[in-house]
Nanobody, 124 residues
Framework: VQLQASGGGSVQAGGSLRLSCVVS????????LGWFRQAPGKNREFVSA????????DYAYSVKGRFTASRDSAKNTVYLQMNSLKPEDTAVYYC??????????????????WGQGTLVTVSS
């Protein structure tokens, strides 16, 4: 199972970016996918999650209303649209998926497979 995240970059505060995560190596008809981020000197934190088949989403309070997760099942790809970016959103963003869990979960320990991360830098 491999996850390939992309779409990071440098933007000014108030700008937008769209992250993508392509999943390969298994059929994702029943499991969810999550986005996490890790800023320098901080722990990895939950950002968003989406169920693969139902489209149910969940968001951290800090990004709710600004970030939107979506998926294209035909392309085995999940997206994270990030709008109204703030300097505190600066971090390496990771996508991850569990082996068998179908619900959205905030707990990184429930995720078994992780992508390599993509860096998002937001300047003020």
């Amino acid at each position: 199972v491999q996850l390939q995240a992309s779409g990071g970059g440098s933007v000014q505060a108030g700008g937008s970016l769209r992250l993508s995560c392509v999943v390969s190596g298994r059929t994702f008809s029943m499991v969810s996918l999550g986005w996490f981020r890790q800023a320098p000197g901080k722990n990895r934190e939950f950002v968003s999650a989406i169920t693969w088949n139902g489209g149910t989403t969940d968001y951290a309070y800090s990004v709710k209303g600004r970030f939107t997760a979506s998926r294209d099942s035909a392309k085995n790809t999940v997206y994270l649209q990030m709008n109204s970016l703030k300097p505190e959103d600066t971090a390496v963003y990771y996508c991850a998926t569990p082996w068998l869990i179908s619900r959205c979960t905030w707990d990184p320990k429930e995720y078994d497979y992780w992508g390599q991360g993509t860096l998002v830098t937001v300047s003020s």
